[in-house]
């Protein structure tokens, strides 16, 4: 079955790869309008290395700088988003078109990996076609964050077609060549690590092997994963914190991975390769249902779903070696491909918990070659099949890109009560699972800014299934949004930073529900915590020098000093210019100005997005300090940025004001032009600048 040899068939190439091509990417062209959603803002808009990327810090950092609880070092990934930063700006459209693109090269290389095996023409076409047209890849083809996943899976399937061309043509290019292929998925994802072992499923699959060049080949990539090993046990090593906070702040360890499965035994590990692998196996067989939900088939739950994904769990792990039994080579070398990829999420390590249906990306390339080898016998079959995928595929693409495409204020937010995106996805997992919490949870998220009192419904409906950190964290967020007493929400966040201690949002904002209940003392303890762990969490520095000012003002001017420079990496905006005002406050004019001014260029460069947001956050901070001329430098340049804003205008002739009567009528123009641009200055404001009020 399919094991023709590439040169007995005759016909055209171009019609295959114009299927292919068709196939990877019309059925996603519906997931091109959607937003950027949950982790891209994390990992995309707000990553520091992502607006303002620099290869050698990169390269020695984690995926989220300043927080290696999470154990991710994917620096090549990094780099693609901040490419396409550079091309597209933050608009989300060209980010989705980078990852179709990806997407449609990686089933060509799915095609050359069937063409590797020796299969046919037609059986190589077909097992492009259906890895570009699989549903099952909605989630890492539709989502931004997902791209790691096809850069892994794409340098890894390289690496290999190359190693096999290196086998055929015995040159050290060929061999260089797929050996920095192999870093590179290294480098995109930690699943790239088993690129070298599904090469040789590959190689054994072809035939003879060479022992002697795949012993030099796997000395090469061990040396390679003991350095990427030692240079992860660096980065992801406890900081005590010396090189950030000094003396001034208490010794606290980042964050703890909490997994549900961190502390399974051996034997209850491999007890969960029923419901994930059975259900990972149904999914890329039947996948007409698809879930951001990660939630696994009990017995008693769906007793269908579970024991059709423990038969398919058995086939699967039989097949192989029927396969090899009876010859066919090349299809036992595809149905092994699923577990040799599978083999860093099967939760069998210590590694916490490790279920998404995105890992099945790479896994799933075996599955297609295998599927296109099956097809190549049926053309009506293979129409169908192929068209249902399509159709499954566009459906779920729809979903990712269902946030509106006008002008209007965006769905799930203040003014436009289009339901977020992922609401049908949440909705239909609450219709199957009502006894689970999770889809509650995420319809509360998702309507916290449209509709608290909806969100607070679904939070509260989440609780009494399970009373989970997460579900108490945003219930406790809504109802400080809604305007509960600081007193009644403390309580809720305390109980959810107890169960969930590595959430440094959660900490953070329990340090700023301390502060203004005037605990500060407690408070200035969880603002260190958030400092040691993530010292690039947005205002963190600012809100402990703050805190230490209340104390010693030549202490919180030290702190400033060591961790909140504007030529440091830590993007401190505000920090920088408290700095400025205490320095103010001692005479020094002329440095304060400087580091004022540094410290807006620092935000041009670190937020491109959010320059004229941090200009006026930073003028406020200042005029609490009375340090007038340095707010009315934040505001000037604000105002050049956005000459639209009435805010703008009407704050700095209000600062301008109250810099004595000399600038009085400076001070008019300002606020005449807030007015004209629609600002109403109340009257009040008119009369304590000693300015006539307009119109009379």
């Known amino acids: ?89 933050l608009n989300p459209v060209g980010f ?16 050359g990996l069937a063409r590797a095996l020796r299969l046919q023409r037609s059986a190589a ?3 492009g076609a259906l890895f570009g047209a699989h549903a099952q890849h909605a989630e890492v083809v539709g989502w931004i964050t997902g791209r790691s996943e096809i850069l892994s899976t794409g340098f890894a399937i390289l690496a290999i077609l190359l190693w096999m061309r290196a086998g055929t043509a015995r040159s050290l290019a ?12 290294v480098l995109s994802k930690e699943t790239g690590v088993t690129a070298p072992a599904l090469a040789f499923l590959v190689a054994a699959a072809r035939g003879r092997i060479a022992w002697r060049r795949w012993f030099a080949r796997a000395g090469a990539c061990v040396l390679f994963l003991a350095s990427w090993g030692a240079l992860r046990i660096l980065l992801f090593a406890p900081d005590d914190g010396n090189a950030t906070a000094g003396s001034f702040l208490e010794r606290l360890g980042p964050a703890r991975d909490t997994s549900p499965t961190a502390e ?26 698809l879930s951001v939900v990660t939630q696994y088939p009990s017995p008693a739950e769906d007793p269908v779903a579970y024991w059709a994904g423990a038969l398919l769990l058995g086939l699967a792990m039989a ?8 010859g066919q080579y090349a299809l036992c070398a595809c149905a092994a491909w699923y577990w040799v990829a599978q083999a860093p999420t099967l939760n069998i390590l210590p590694i916490g918990e490790r279920f998404a249906e995105r890992f099945l990306y790479l896994a799933s390339a075996g599955v297609c070659v295998l599927g296109g080898a099956a097809l190549s016998r049926g053309r009506t079959f293979r129409i169908v099949a192929i068209l249902g995928l399509s159709l499954l595929a566009s459906r779920h693409a729809s979903v990712w890109g269902c946030w509106p495409r006008s ?27 009502p006894g689970d919490t999770r889809p509650y949870a995420g319809l509360g998220v998702l309507w916290r800014f449209a509709d608290g009192e909806r969100a607070e419904h679904f939070l509260r409906k989440s609780l009494t299934i399970n009373r989970n950190g997460y579900s108490l964290f945003f219930f406790a967020y809504i109802r400080d949004r809604r305007g509960e007493d600081p007193a009644v929400t403390c309580p809720i966040l305390e109980a959810s930073v107890r169960l969930i201690p590595q959430r440094m949002e959660a900490v953070a904002f329990l340090a700023d529900l301390y502060d203004r209940l005037g605990r500060y003392e407690e408070a200035l303890r969880l603002y260190a915590k958030v400092a040691l762990t993530d010292p ?99 505001l000037r340049e604000a105002a050049a940025l956005d000459p639209q804003k009435s805010q703008i205008p009407f704050n700095l002739g209000v600062v301008i004001a109250a810099q004595g009567e000399a600038r009085r009528e400076e001070a008019a123009v300002h606020l005449r032009r807030a007015v004209d641009l629609g600002y109403k200055v109340p009257p009040e404001v008119w009369d304590a600048a000693g300015l006539p009020r307009p119109g009379r």
């Not at 399919?2 to 019309?26: F, K």
């Not at 990806?102 to 089933?107: D, G, P, R, V």
């Open 264 to 289: 399974y035994t051996l034997l209850q590990r491999l007890g969960l390769l029923v419901p994930s692998q059975g259900y990972h196996l149904l999914r890329l067989l039947w996948p007409v249902r």
């Open 407 to 433: 002008r209007e204020a965006p769905a799930g937010t203040p003014g436009n009560d289009t339901p977020p995106p992922q609401h049908r996805f949440w909705s239909e997992q609450v219709r199957e699972k």
């Open 96 to 111: 989705h078109m980078t990852n179709l693109l990806l997407h449609a090269a990686t089933a060509f290389l799915v095609a």
């Open 536 to 634: 690039h969490f947005e205002d963190i520095h600012y809100h402990v020098a703050r805190l230490i000012l209340r104390q010693d003002a030549d202490r919180a001017l030290a702190y400033l000093t060591e961790v909140a420079h504007p030529r440091t990496e830590i993007p401190a905006p505000r920090a920088h210019c408290l700095r400025a005002a205490l320095l103010w406050e001692r005479g020094d004019r002329q440095a304060a100005r400087g580091i004022v001014r540094e410290a807006l260029r620092s935000v041009d460069v670190k937020y491109p997005a959010r320059t004229v947001e941090f200009r006026i956050l930073a003028a406020a901070d200042l005029v609490k300090r009375e340090s007038l001329p340095l707010a009315e430098i934040c």
């Open 319 to 326: 097949l192989p070696p029927l396969l090899w039994l009876r």
């Open 1 to 89: 079955m399919g094991t023709v040899a590439p040169s007995e068939e005759p016909g055209p190439a171009w019609r295959g790869r114009a299927l292919i091509l068709a196939c990877s990417l019309l059925p996603w062209a519906a997931a091109l309008p959607g937003p950027f959603l949950y982790d891209d803002y994390l990992y995309v808009v707000y990553h520091r290395f992502v607006s303002h990327p620099d290869v050698p810090s990169v390269l020695a950092s984690p995926f989220v700088p300043g927080n290696p609880s999470q154990g991710l070092y994917r620096p090549l990934t990094i780099l693609s988003y901040a490419a396409d930063l550079r091309a597209w700006n």
């Open 125 to 127: 076409t077909l097992a």
């Open 174 to 185: 060929w061999e260089a060549g797929a050996f920095l292929a192999f870093v590179l998925a």
